[in-house]
């Protein structure tokens, strides 16, 4: 039986980027050796979209699910209120017809999404 999701996300520099989201965006996590971290994850919904060739992954041999990371709110205006006190630096948020969205500048200089959905969630 699945008893949960282990997701894998890339980065250029893992040890700011981790300590990012500890400390910043504040989820737990534990440390399973040489400052290698786990974190706890909110809860979560999965959504699977239409992909695009330049979605395919042909670098590692066989047809790897894509995924993009956006954490979701209850009011994005106040979320967003917390996190510039703490320095983090977002894109304008714009609505579309499914949510309020914005990316969330990370130390590495990747980006993941932050919304505040306009549409039934399943959690």
């Not at 400052?35 to 042909?58: Q, T, Y």
């Not at 956006?70 to 967003?80: A, G, N, Q």
Request: charged fraction near 20%; proline fraction near 7%; include cysteine.
């Amino acid at each position: 039986m699945i008893i949960g999701a282990h997701t894998l996300w890339y980065s250029h520099n893992p040890e700011a980027d981790r300590a990012f989201l500890r400390d910043v965006i504040g989820l737990n996590a534990i440390d399973i050796g040489n400052g290698w971290l786990i974190f706890a994850m909110p809860p979560s919904e999965a959504a699977v979209h239409p992909a695009d060739a330049e979605d395919e992954r042909p670098d590692v041999g066989h047809r790897l699910l894509n995924a993009h990371v956006y954490f979701m709110c209850d009011d994005l205006e106040s979320t967003l209120a917390v996190l510039r006190k703490k320095g983090v630096t977002f894109s304008e948020p714009q609505k579309e017809r499914w949510g309020i969205v914005t990316h969330l500048q990370l130390p590495s200089g990747g980006e993941l999404g932050l919304y505040q959905p306009l549409h039934k969630t399943a959690i």
